[in-house]
């Protein structure tokens, strides 16, 4: 079984940068992907970045150029930095594994507001 945990949420202005950080427990193997989603009130939860355990990333068409996603298969950590954040940018996001098991963090919120 694989948890995810979250950290690194909170509030910035816009223009300001945050990282977010996540963490697996439990075994993992296999071809898969680690990565962010999230979710704004009213809206459907929406692909933020992944990355596969190959290092292959995909980013959403608002987010490439301002956000990076990386990490680390050995402590098992996937981070994404985001950079020029937006209003648009507040929601809930959510960590993901997604390889023989489909597993979501419980979020962390992140709001852009001066």
């Known amino acids: 079984q694989v948890q995810l945990v979250e950290s690194g949420g909170g509030l910035v202005q816009p223009g300001g940068s945050l990282r977010l950080s996540c963490a697996a427990s439990g075994t993992i193997f296999g071809i898969n992907t680690m990565g962010w989603y999230r979710q704004a009130p009213g809206k459907q939860r929406e692909l933020v970045a992944t990355?596969?355990?190959?290092?292959?990333?995909n980013y959403e068409d608002s987010v490439k150029g301002r956000f990076t996603v990386s990490r680390d298969n050995a402590k098992k950590t996937v981070s994404l930095e985001m950079t020029t954040l937006k209003p648009e940018d507040t929601a809930v996001y959510y960590c993901?594994?997604?390889?023989?098991?489909?597993?979501w963090g419980q979020g962390t919120q992140v709001t852009v507001s001066s």
């Open positions: 990355v596969s355990n190959l290092g292959s990333t």
């Open positions: 993901n594994f997604r390889g023989y098991i489909n597993v």
